[in-house]
């Protein structure tokens, strides 16, 4: 469980060199094990288990390189004062982001009853995130301590702690999920302690607060950049919303600028997360107030998604918005980052056969999405944080994970396989006409989530995997 990640940082920009090389034959990219951030014994079984079920090849050994890559490379686990603690990077950026280390852990979490030092992991990861927490509400990344980062000229409230500060809904909402999961999954409520309580104290407070019911409140962020998407306009406040229940978010989890603050997706988020929290605050710690306060603010905020995110798109239909303002306007279109319109099953907001969900999908995957994109390589959904023409492996995952189609799960496994430029991994991004043209040799979150859609495939249609991919 020693830290390699400069060692393993190494070997993922290797990959990136080696790519036009290595064609179709890609083999094992995993880092010697003695150079691995963290064994799980239940996550090298199941490895085990579910490559033997896979006839293909080449799938085969994404699935082994890909589904392992966020304990092979980028976590740091530890015990400071007999507290567990561990801090996930991303991958080739190193800092943890709050979305993306609930993420990459996520597809672990099935493992946890049966790998106790895994549970320690995932432990560590909550009593850390609550710290972050507890230094900013509404930052979305984090250093490794008071390091400092390249963003500490950015126009807003930064500290040395923070890697980033860009307010996004969803930054408070993957933790809460994570910790709802642990706890569902082993029992264990020792990470709900004091700490983890003022931490959601402060997630309320921030959701509230950016209802805008009272102004503006105290977040505002701009940076001097040529990518417009990486500020906000208004002094920093972004476009003017009409208060209606609904919370602003500055930005999406693509860490892109919103157009229209109320970011759908990410409040029908907040509407799972809020009622999760609400839960564990009266179940766990017999907080019956302050759960009946998260519970209300849920209702809220489903309601006002109810009324004012539903629209009727001349070609589509009736559909949920991307985002909107409270004033009638707003956008039609999908980002690949989840929270997505797609991904919205995933994360429990609705059941994946919901009619206006359904209609939504056909709309998101369709060339009405103006960030949808189709090539002779392949197809999906990206968004302006590559540009045009890119579509991120994440939208086409996200694709699977939200069907029970046998045939739609088997056509996403193809299209992921045939698009790693050949590298044996996922990226954020590929040119839809090349493959090999694409972003991030090393972005453990879709790694991992491409692990999940192959065990999701293996527990639910184990046929696919015995067919070819060619």
């Known amino acids: 469980m020693k830290n390699t990640i400069l060692k393993a940082l190494i070997c993922s920009l290797s990959l990136s060199l080696w790519a036009p090389m290595q064609a179709q034959n890609i083999g094992d990219q995993r880092p010697a094990l003695q150079d691995r951030n963290f064994a799980s014994k239940a996550v090298e079984d199941l490895i085990a288990k579910v490559s033997k079920a896979i006839q293909d090849p080449k799938l085969r050994a994404m699935f082994r390189n890909c589904y392992p890559n966020t304990l092979d490379t980028t976590v740091k686990f530890q015990l400071l004062n007999g507290k567990p603690k561990t801090f996930v990077i991303t991958g080739d950026i190193n800092a943890m982001w709050l979305r993306d280390s609930s993420a990459q852990v996520w597809p672990y979490l099935q493992l946890l009853a049966a790998d ?7 432990a560590g990861l909550i009593n850390q995130q609550t710290a972050c927490i507890l230094i900013d509400p509404y930052a979305n990344a984090f250093n490794d301590g008071p390091t400092g980062s390249q963003w500490e000229s ?12 860009k307010w996004e809904i969803d930054s408070l909402c993957y933790p809460i999920r994570i910790a709802y999961y642990y706890w569902l999954l082993t029992g264990d409520t020792s990470v709900f302690d004091d700490d983890w309580h003022k931490a959601m104290v402060s997630v309320l ?13 105290p977040y505002k962020f701009q940076r001097l950049t040529t990518a417009p998407t990486d500020s906000q306009m208004n002094g920093g406040y972004g476009a003017p919303v009409k208060p209606v229940g609904l919370i602003a978010s500055s930005f999406r989890p693509s860490d892109d600028a919103t157009q229209y603050p109320f970011l ?3 409040n029908m988020f907040a509407v799972v997360s809020l009622r999760q929290l ?3 605050e009266s179940k766990v710690l017999n907080h019956e107030t302050f759960a009946n306060e998260c519970k209300t603010l849920a209702d809220e905020v489903d309601q006002a998604i109810q009324k004012y995110a539903i629209v009727n798109h001349p070609v589509a239909g009736k559909i949920y918005a991307f985002e909107v303002d409270g004033y009638g306007n707003a956008l039609c279109m999908d980002d690949a980052n989840v929270p997505s319109l797609l991904g919205i099953p995933y994360l429990g907001y609705c059941q994946w056969n919901d009619p206006l969900y359904q209609n939504t999908r056909k709309f998101v995957w369709s060339e009405n999405n ?3 994109f189709k090539g002779k390589d392949g ?12 579509a991120w492996p994440m939208s086409i995952i996200m694709k699977g994970l939200t069907t029970n189609n046998a045939e739609e799960i088997k056509a996403c496994l193809k299209a992921l396989r045939n698009t790693d430029g050949n590298t044996g991994f996922m990226h954020e991004a590929f040119h839809v006409d090349n493959h090999m043209k694409f972003t991030r040799s090393w972005f453990a979150w879709a790694n991992t989530l491409f692990g999940e859609l192959i065990v999701k495939a293996y527990k639910e249609h184990p046929e696919i995997l015995k067919d070819s991919f060619e």
């Open 205 to 217: 407070e921030t959701f509230k607060t950016q209802q805008r019911k009272d102004g503006l409140g």
């Open 370 to 372: 103006p960030y949808f």
């Open 116 to 122: 106790k030092e895994l549970q320690q992991l995932v």
């Open 154 to 165: 950015d126009f807003t409230a930064m500290k040395k702690e923070l890697h980033e500060r």
């Open 278 to 280: 609400a839960e564990i």
């Open 264 to 266: 759908i997706p990410s």
């Open 379 to 390: 197809e999906g959904i990206g968004g302006p944080h590559v540009g045009l023409n890119f």
